[in-house]
């Protein structure tokens, strides 16, 4: 059993910043591939951005220079630095992490809220 724990969100004027924050615990042996998806009220959940490895990153691009994601490879914990933030980045925020080859097994955090608004 894998569990991720997101942490970090808040209310946040926009432009103002955040930075997320999820660790993983559990059944982990080596650096595994993690991400952020979030999902808004009526509307699908959506990729942010992933890390893969030790460095090689992903992002969706509605965030490409506003938001940057970056890992403690040892740890297995991801974090998301979120700038200039837009009232369409409201959302709920979950950590992903993907383990081992197709069919993946993806686990999947609490999700914490971000609410971006003046």
């Known amino acids: 059993q894998v569990q991720l724990v997101e942490s970090g969100g808040g209310l946040v004027q926009p432009g103002g910043s955040l930075r997320l924050s999820c660790a993983a615990s559990?059944?982990?042996?080596?650096?595994?591939?993690m991400g952020w998806y979030r999902q808004a009220p009526g509307k699908q959940r959506e990729l942010v951005a992933t890390?893969?490895?030790?460095?090689?990153?992903n992002y969706a691009d509605s965030v490409k220079g506003r938001f940057t994601i970056s890992r403690d490879g040892a740890k297995n914990t991801v974090y998301l630095q979120m700038n200039s933030l837009k009232p369409e980045d409201t959302a709920v925020y979950y950590c992903?992490?993907?383990?081992?080859?197709?069919?993946?097994?993806?686990?999947w955090g609490q999700g914490t809220q971000v609410t971006v608004s003046s």
């Open positions: 992903n992490l993907r383990d081992g080859r197709f069919p993946y097994n993806d686990y």
């Open positions: 890390i893969i490895s030790y460095g090689t990153t």
């Open positions: 559990g059944s982990i042996f080596s650096i595994k591939p």
